[in-house]
């Protein structure tokens, strides 16, 4: 029987134009870029505003009626994000993956939007092809949102359902992945639901066990095992020198643990998402992994052999080594001296006035949690 993947799946070339046209009526979306890109003209003449936006998308727009070319243009935007934000990108492994096959690629994740645009970007520019992009519908909260997303290559993820709903979500869902995947398509999901918010990076074994649902009552049966080999995954590891959401991820930390829980209002995720294009992010480093041949049919095993590789392939910077330096320093027992690690001191050094402002600017209660983010990829690679 076939499977109708419509309320998840990207939108095609079919689709564009329609979509296009639907997000230059919507007054929500123009407004949201008008904040953004004409703040003070905004809040004095809202109308006009819009009105400049509206005119100056429908140049940009003009031509592009098919996904690859908004994928074009979406490139050279992130390109643009990443002259104006970044000190550098390094990319590695990339020449080491097969062109002959698609791939399920699993990062760690922590920003929203860079993550999978990242990887989409590298992927597209060495000739590997585009990346279909898993995203929770929990950020697709506008519909515009969601039309954007859509055109972007991403699929949704139904996070919002319970019960025997989140069951037939998540049978969909692994049905999906294996249908871009069978169709040639690159496919980009995080390692566990949300972004690691204090640098921890691990698999969720639940997310193994996902992929392995529309393979379950296969004839003949297939294997957990077997269900993993067929999706070809490629461990991915990101590395920010910053993390522009770093503050609101200590705060998030600092409520759950003073109150119990931490309530997102409903500009939380839009606030993440600027924020992480447009916050300084230092020298970014991106590692391609090897291809992962399960070593069984547990998927807690097969998650500890995604760990390994993005634990060992994420690179450490100054501002982690320096976060680790006043943890350890208040708590020895958490590994050596920096002093005693096979690391470059000089280099930390000087960057240290640098990550010292952006401390200081933290209020107190947050700072242990804001070192964590920065500390914890030390004390992985540690252990």
Not at 6 to 18: A, Q, T, W
Not at 72 to 90: D, W
Request: hydrophobic content about 35%.
């Amino acid at each position: 029987m076939e499977v109708n993947f419509d309320d998840i799946r990207p939108y095609n070339d079919s689709e564009v134009s329609e979509v296009l046209g639907r997000l230059l009526k919507n007054d929500e979306f123009l407004t949201s870029i008008a904040k953004f890109r004409r703040p003070g003209l905004n809040k004095a003449l809202p109308n006009i505003s819009r009105k400049l936006v509206k005119q100056r998308l429908k140049k940009k727009l003009t031509g592009i009626n098919t996904i690859d070319s908004l994928q074009s243009a979406i490139g050279e935007y992130v390109r643009k994000i990443l002259s104006a934000t970044t000190s550098g990108l390094e990319v590695a492994g990339l020449s080491d993956i097969s062109k002959d096959a698609p791939h399920l690629f699993i990062s760690n994740h922590r920003d929203i939007v860079m993550d999978p645009a990242l990887i989409g970007y590298m992927l597209r520019n060495s000739v590997h092809g585009t990346v279909q992009i898993a995203i929770g519908d929990n950020l697709l909260k506008r519909d515009y949102i969601s039309d954007l997303m859509r055109l972007n290559k991403s699929f949704i993820v139904k996070r919002s359902v319970q019960g025997r709903e989140k069951l037939l979500a998540s049978k969909q869902l692994s049905q999906y992945i294996y249908h871009a995947i069978d169709s040639g398509s690159n496919v980009w999901i995080a390692q566990r639901e949300g972004r690691a918010k204090n640098g921890i990076d691990k698999t969720d074994p639940a997310l193994l066990k996902m992929f392995h649902l529309s393979n379950r009552d296969a004839k003949p049966k297939m294997s957990i095992k077997d269900s993993i080999d067929k999706l070809r995954i490629i461990p991915v590891s990101i590395s920010y020198e910053y993390d522009p959401c770093a503050e609101m991820k200590a705060r998030e930390l600092f409520e759950i643990d003073k109150h119990g829980s931490f309530e997102k209002d409903e500009n939380s995720d839009t606030l993440s998402i600027s924020e992480g294009l447009n916050g300084d992010k230092g020298n970014i480093h991106l590692k391609f992994g090897k291809e992962i041949v399960a070593a069984d049919d547990d998927p807690v095993n097969i998650a500890l052999q995604i760990d390994e590789q993005i634990i060992s392939n994420y690179k450490l910077h100054p501002s982690n080594y320096l976060a680790y330096e006043k943890l350890q320093i208040a708590d020895p027992s958490i590994g050596p001296e920096l002093k005693d690690l096979d690391i470059n001191l000089s280099q930390i050094e000087s960057k240290r006035m640098h990550f010292e402002v952006k401390l200081e600017l933290i209020d107190d209660e947050l700072k242990p949690y804001f070192l964590q983010n920065y500390a914890n990829p030390v004390i992985s690679k540690l252990k």
